[in-house]
Each structure stands twice: as structure tokens, then as C-alpha cells.
């Protein structure tokens, strides 16, 4: 069975929401997640852009 890949983008790090849905969605344990903080001083945009392609789905917070 291949698990749906989330990608979350996290434009705001001190919105508790995000959190919990991914919280949420990890204890389902049917979903592939991944993270991002847009706020991060090292974000690496290319590797977010091959993120964002490689996901079936993007949520942006």
C-alpha cells in the first residue's frame, strides 16, 4: 500500500494549527508528512521546490 505524501509549509511558526494537524495525521499512520518552515534562516528553496513536486498533496499554513 503506497501512503499519500503531505507536504505542510509552515509561513507561520507561532500558529498552533499547523501542529496539530500533523500531530493529527501522524497518529493516523497513513500519510508520508513532511514540514517546512518558511521562517527558517537556512531554507534550501530548491529542495522545497522538488518537496512541493514530489507531494500529493500541499498544505500551506
Known sequence: M??????HIVS???D???E???REQK???TF???VVDLSAADL???ALLIEIFKADSV???
Open 44 to 46: 534550501d528553496r530548491r
Open 27 to 29: 497518529a493516523q499512520g
Open 2 to 7: 503506497m501512503m499519500r505524501r503531505i507536504l
Open 32 to 34: 508520508e508528512l513532511s
Open 20 to 22: 496539530e494537524i500533523v
Open 16 to 18: 498552533p494549527l499547523p
Open 59 to 61: 498544505q500551506v499554513w
Open 12 to 14: 507561520d511558526p507561532d
